[in-house]
């Protein structure tokens, strides 16, 4: 039987499966993802200490086992055991245990995959002697390729025990070269090409900002801002998805972004 298509196919699929928010600091980022319904934060900057909300604080456990077991104990070990505890829930119980899962923020997080990222390098031959901790230092950026497959195999880990997967992410500023002129642009605060990557392997992208009392999300394709999104409720969009009152009672719209 032929697999070939005679006709168009019909949208299958509405709200974004991975979605980055990003912006400068103090935007409402992390308010944004504390208010949102069964939504597990895995906190790698430990912000959420500050919130009432769903979160696993990942430096602050590994500084709790690190004084209670008298040996150090990296940040990335937390993580794998986060990984674990998901899949060992998904496989006992035939779903996943959170419909959203958050990672704050990729900066960080490219930070903390780095055991990881040598474990990658050192399984290559010619790598097993390795004795370093920062493949950024080594010759010729030669340690990058590893930092990145660590860096997006842990964000397609946590993607597979979830509905939806939020990335949040600062902001930097990038100059790019167009038509011979020197443009600066808005764009996710991650090394090298890792912003382009992410670009291409999530759904929306989403700049996060404050006007007033609002906090406002915005998909549009601006020229000097990295955003956009594939769904079609979300393209060239914008959104106020927090508004606070006289009395600083926050209103939430996160069913602007989840259908």
């Known amino acids: 039987m032929s697999i070939l298509p005679d006709g168009k196919s019909t949208v299958t699929v509405v709200n974004p499966k991975t979605m980055v928010l990003f912006g400068g600091t103090k935007q409402g980022k992390t308010t944004l993802v504390a208010a949102l319904?069964?939504?597990?934060?895995?906190?790698?900057?430990?912000?959420?200490?500050?919130?009432?909300?769903?979160?696993?604080?990942?430096?602050?456990?590994?500084?709790e086992k690190s004084i209670s077991t008298g040996k150090a104990v990296a940040p990335w070990d937390v993580i794998k055991s986060v990984v674990l505890d998901l899949k060992k829930y998904k496989?006992?119980?035939?779903?996943?245990?959170?419909?959203?899962?958050?990672?704050?923020?990729a900066g960080v997080l490219e930070d903390m995959v780095m055991p990881y990222a040598i474990q990658l390098y050192k399984a290559e031959p010619r790598n097993k002697n390795y004795?370093?901790?920062?493949?950024?230092?080594?010759?010729?950026?030669a340690g990058w390729q590893y930092i990145r497959d660590a860096f997006f195999n842990v964000i397609s880990m946590f993607s597979l025990?979830?509905?939806?997967?939020?990335?949040?992410?600062?902001?930097?500023?990038?100059?790019?070269?167009?038509?011979?002129?020197?443009?600066e642009v808005t764009d996710i605060d991650v090394s090298g090409k890792m912003s382009q990557m992410l670009a291409a392997r999530t759904e929306a992208i989403g700049l996060v900002y404050r006007k007033g009392n609002q906090t406002i999300v915005s998909f549009k394709g601006e020229q000097f801002i990295v955003s956009g999104a594939r769904p079609?409720?979300?393209?060239e969009q914008e959104f106020v998805l927090a508004e606070s009152d006289?009395?600083?009672?926050?209103?939430?719209?996160?069913?602007k972004i989840f259908k």
């Open 131 to 141: 004795q370093g901790k920062n493949l950024k230092t080594v010759p010729n950026g």
């Open 161 to 183: 025990y979830c509905d939806h997967l939020i990335i949040l992410a600062h902001t930097k500023a990038k100059t790019i070269n167009k038509g011979g002129q020197e443009l």
């Open 232 to 235: 079609s409720h979300l393209k």
């Open 37 to 63: 319904e069964d939504n597990l934060i895995i906190d790698l900057e430990g912000g959420t200490r500050y919130y009432e909300c769903l979160a696993i604080d990942i430096p602050g456990i590994a500084e």
């Open 246 to 255: 006289a009395d600083l009672n926050m209103t939430f719209n996160w069913d």
């Open 91 to 105: 496989e006992e119980n035939g779903k996943n245990k959170y419909t959203n899962i958050t990672l704050d923020t």
